[in-house]
């Protein structure tokens, strides 16, 4: 049983910062991926940031600079702090852990960006 629950989305300006949260329970191996994904309004879902075993991650191409994703295992709790925020980042966003060939999704937690 592995649950991820999103938090700290919301409305904000454009130019500004939100920090979502992801808790993570259940039983999830320290080699697990961690990461977060977002999927705008007609449009796939994308990789936003991903954290692997070692502690190097990697950011989508339309987020580099302006995010990033750590990971506090004592919590159990995975952040995304979003800088310089932009209308096109908008869309609802997802945590995601990924270990033994599987995939967990939390609920999503919408992200709006306005101009």
């Known amino acids: 049983q592995v649950q991820l629950v999103e938090s700290g989305g919301g409305l904000v300006q454009a130019g500004g910062s939100l920090r979502l949260s992801c808790v993570a329970s259940?039983?999830?191996?320290?080699?697990?991926?961690m990461g977060w994904y977002r999927q705008a309004a007609g449009k796939e879902r994308e990789l936003v940031a991903r954290?692997?075993?070692?502690?190097?991650?990697e950011y989508g191409d339309t987020v580099k600079g302006r995010f990033t994703i750590s990971r506090d295992n004592t919590k159990s709790t995975v952040y995304l702090q979003m800088n310089s925020l932009k209308p096109e980042d908008t869309a609802v966003y997802y945590c995601?852990?990924?270990?033994?060939?599987?995939?967990?999704w939390g609920q999503g937690t919408q992200v709006t960006v306005s101009s």
């Open positions: 995601n852990t990924a270990f033994l060939t599987t995939n967990y």
């Open positions: 259940g039983r999830i191996p320290r080699i697990a991926v």
């Open positions: 954290q692997h075993t070692g502690g190097s991650a």
